[in-house]
């Protein structure tokens, strides 16, 4: 009889222990906070920082350099580090808007003449910009580009075809790309 005593006690126990740990989780999930939109200004010039949530989950920093191509458009080349593969690249029309809304079009990569916001390598996938928003805090400088933005990003699955779908937070701060 008292074995049996024990025995209920030590499964009462760990039953009780198991339920705190379970509660303590469930909260520390909930009460994680979201990545907020990081601060341009408060990041070194030629850098930037990307939250990448969803199919793709990582943090990428490294470097931020910026362009003109013939005709107008700014692209902000965020390069990786250490994995130079994994980056993302806006285009910026030559427009004067401060904020631009993303165009929802789906390409297999960056296109001559096709308008692309933003898109992220990510091997064996390219991600292409459907929907967000990049707000300019510096555009008018000849030495540098600097923004926040939020994008949503897809791409196709090559096996499967299904929808994949990237959320990418962050900021940059580029300087010309001739510059070291």
């Not at 760990?14 to 994680?32: E, I, N, T, Y």
Request: proline residues 7%; charged residues 25%; hydrophobic residues 45%.
């Amino acid at each position: 009889m008292p074995r049996t005593a024990y025995t209920s006690y030590i499964r009462a126990a760990r039953l009780f222990k198991w339920s705190l740990l379970l509660l303590w989780l469930a909260g520390c999930r909930s009460g994680a906070p979201e990545p907020s939109l990081h601060d341009a200004r408060t990041l070194r010039p030629g850098s930037f920082l990307v939250v990448l949530q969803g199919t793709v989950a990582d943090t990428l920093e490294g470097l931020a350099r910026f362009r003109r191509d013939t005709s107008g458009t700014v692209v902000v080349d965020l390069i990786g580090r250490p994995d130079t593969t994994r980056g993302l690249s806006l285009e910026l029309p030559p427009e004067e808007a401060d904020t631009l809304e993303a165009v929802r079009r789906w390409v297999p990569g960056p296109e001559r003449g096709a308008f692309v916001v933003g898109y992220l390598a990510w091997p064996p996938y390219t991600f292409v910009t459907e929907a967000g928003e990049l707000v300019l805090a510096e555009r008018e400088r000849v030495d540098r580009v600097a923004g926040t933005f939020r994008l949503a990003l897809g791409a196709m699955d090559l096996r499967t075809g299904e929808p994949l779908e990237v959320e990418a937070l962050g900021a940059f701060v580029a300087l010309p790309a001739s510059e070291k």
